[in-house]
Nanobody
Framework: QVQLVESGGGSVQAGESLRLSCTAS????????MGWFRQAPGKERETVAG???????KYANSMKGRVTISKDDDKHTVDLQMDSLKPEETGVYYC??????????????????????WGQGSRVTVTA
């Protein structure tokens, strides 16, 4: 029922910006908490940013100040704006939604175990 589709990935040079978008469908979006994650080649998937149903945000320390997560409830989209990208931030970027209990999600968190629904990912390559 829950469908998440990422878009906006591509290749950029170090120092440039990129904006990713995630479109959600098939569920009650207004009650969900969302996150963006990155899986670099040969590494474990890690959290980049999270946002809860009230718009409260949390970011990985490595990208704080260079990344912004936002959502548009009318369009059922969650965006990730990344600035001053670094080569080590190359990877496949995934959006994900937390599970809910009686319509409530856990809340803003970088803990990936709280996220139950995942998109297929969008590839981002940052070249030096």
């Amino acid at each position: 029922q829950v469908q998440l589709v990422e878009s906006g990935g591509g290749s950029v040079q170090a120092g440039e910006s990129l904006r990713l978008s995630c479109t959600a469908s098939g569920w009650s979006y207004s009650m969900k908490c969302m996150g963006w994650f990155r899986q670099a080649p040969g590494k474990e998937r890690e959290t980049v940013a999270g946002i809860d149903m009230l718009g409260t945000t949390k970011y990985a320390n490595s990208m704080k100040g260079r990344v912004t997560i936002s959502k548009d409830d009318d369009k059922h989209t969650v965006d990730l704006q990344m600035d001053s990208l670094k080569p080590e931030e190359t990877g496949v970027y995934y959006c994900a939604a937390q599970g809910t209990i009686r319509g409530h999600c856990y809340g803003v968190t970088l803990d990936r175990s709280k996220y139950k629904h995942w998109g297929q990912g969008s590839r981002v390559t940052v070249t030096a």
